[in-house]
């Protein structure tokens, strides 16, 4: 089962993060990002925090499970999704462990159809 969009919509309007925030859907399923940094993601309309000891550390339980088969267990934060002040602690605690993302690599511009011809 693929996450809704009203699901990852709540999860915005919860965390009151405003543009810093974001999401990109990948595989049926949305990354959530934090200034750019993967912080989270949604599966099965279930939010799951990268798992960072700056995380652990704020949260009162943690229950830990793969977002998808064969992924590596991240924190469950279904039942804090009601906590605004909570949740927005433990994005920006995860995004501030966090390395910053690697610079992508610019793109080689591309030959026209007449140079190719040529």
Do not use: C
Request: hydrophobic share 40%; charged share 30%; net charge neutral.
């Amino acid at each position: 089962m693929s996450t809704d969009t009203d699901f990852i919509e709540y999860v915005h309007e919860q965390a009151g993060l405003g543009g810093s925030l974001t999401s990109k859907k990948m595989f049926g399923e949305y990354g959530i990002y934090f200034d750019g940094k993967i912080v989270a993601v949604a599966a099965d309309n279930s939010l799951f925090l990268k798992p960072t000891d700056a995380g652990r550390a704020l949260l009162p339980n943690v229950t830990e499970a793969q977002p998808w088969p064969e992924a590596k267990a991240w924190f469950v934060l279904d039942e804090f999704l009601d906590d605004t002040e909570l949740l927005q602690r433990l994005i920006r605690a995860t995004a501030d462990a966090l390395p910053a993302p690697k610079p992508k690599p610019a793109k080689k511009p591309r030959k026209s159809a007449k140079a190719k011809k040529q």
